[in-house]
Nanobody, 125 residues
Framework: QVQLVESGGGSVQAGGSLRLSCAAS????????MAWFRQVPGKEREGVAV????????YYDDSVKGRFTISQDKAKNTLYLQMNSLKPEDTAMYYC??????????????????WGQGTQVTVSS
């Protein structure tokens, strides 16, 4: 089992920055990838960025490319999402997710078995 705990959400004005953190614990050595997703009420959960644990360039949704950066601190077993130049349309609940050992790493939510509880990000204009 893997446990994920997000933190770092909050309220900012458009153009501002936030850094989200996701602390992972449990059996994490076989996880091939971790990702950030976001969801607003009434809409489907959408993928934001994927980090490949074994190496390789992260993958970003077009809507955040150039503004968000996903990274990992292996020593702390923590995943980050640095969000710059935030826009009101970035407002959502943000979730951290970890893939199964046999996952095809992508921005498809059903590829991920482990989820955090979410952290709210609100961007005002």
């Amino acid at each position: 089992q893997v446990q994920l705990v997000e933190s770092g959400g909050g309220s900012v004005q458009a153009g501002g920055s936030l850094r989200l953190s996701c602390a992972a614990s449990g059996v994490t050595r076989s996880i091939p990838c971790m990702a950030w997703f976001r969801q607003v009420p009434g809409k489907e959960r959408e993928g934001v960025a994927v980090f490949y644990i074994g190496g390789g360039s992260p993958y970003y949704d077009d809507s955040v490319k150039g503004r968000f950066t996903i990274s990992q601190d292996k020593a702390k077993n923590t995943l980050y999402l640095q969000m710059n130049s935030l826009k009101p349309e970035d407002t959502a609940m943000y979730y951290c997710a970890a893939g199964r050992p046999d996952s095809v790493c992508s921005l498809v939510p059903r590829m991920y078995s482990y989820w955090g509880q979410g952290t709210q990000v609100t961007v005002s204009s």
